[in-house]
């Protein structure tokens, strides 16, 4: 090819380049709202819970404080909690649950942990209020789980996520999102086989 030919190649990609950084610069000046957003993940695939610690990672990278309650896994070790837990100074883990529902067998127990687990999630939601909130992301970790067996009270919980406060970042992981809780959401992602 020749050099006459390759820089008007060069020229027509920078030029295409220009006009797309043009484009995203006037959509990005319409964008004048910060908000945090509402995350589900959900599906019948793996990768869930690792998505929202990945998200949980970045946001550390960028100085958040995250707070985490983890419903259901309580008595597992999972490989996220020796990570998680080196960073004590910006991550609030809060562990409920005894692991799922096939193995403990006793639901009376499992819906007293996961009142519990709301319990402190809603903590966190309060302490995400006013100037100096403590938390910008909080991850529930297997809350639909929960919500899909309806040991927490559905209205309650989603009154809760609709009246977060507004620049706090919500993750919510596991199988089986509730209709409603996708219908609130600003992003829902599926996880499939």
Do not use: C
Request: glycine fraction near 8%.
């Amino acid at each position: 090819m020749s050099d006459r030919v390759e820089d008007d190649i060069n020229r027509r990609a920078n030029e295409k380049a220009a006009k797309r950084k043009a484009a995203r610069e006037r959509m990005l000046a319409t964008k004048t709202i910060e908000k945090g957003l509402l995350i589900v993940h959900t599906g019948k695939g793996k990768g869930k819970s690792t998505a929202a610690f990945g998200l949980a990672a970045r946001a550390i990278g960028n100085g958040m404080k995250i707070g985490i309650v983890q419903f259901v896994k309580g008595k597992w070790q999972t490989g996220e909690r020796p990570v998680l837990e080196r960073f004590s100074d910006q991550i609030d883990l809060r562990v409920s649950g005894e692991g799922f529902t096939w193995e403990t067998q006793d639901r009376a127990r499992d819906i007293a942990a996961a009142e519990a687990g709301w319990a402190a999630a809603q903590e966190m939601i309060e302490a995400s209020r006013g100037d100096n909130p403590r938390y910008d992301m909080l991850v529930l970790d297997e809350l639909n789980i929960v919500l899909r067996y309806d040991y927490l009270p559905l209205g309650e919980v989603l009154d809760a996520l609709k009246h977060k406060p507004s620049r706090t970042h919500v993750v919510i992981t596991g199988r089986n999102a509730r209709p409603e809780l996708i219908e609130l959401a600003d992003l829902v992602t599926e996880m499939k086989l």
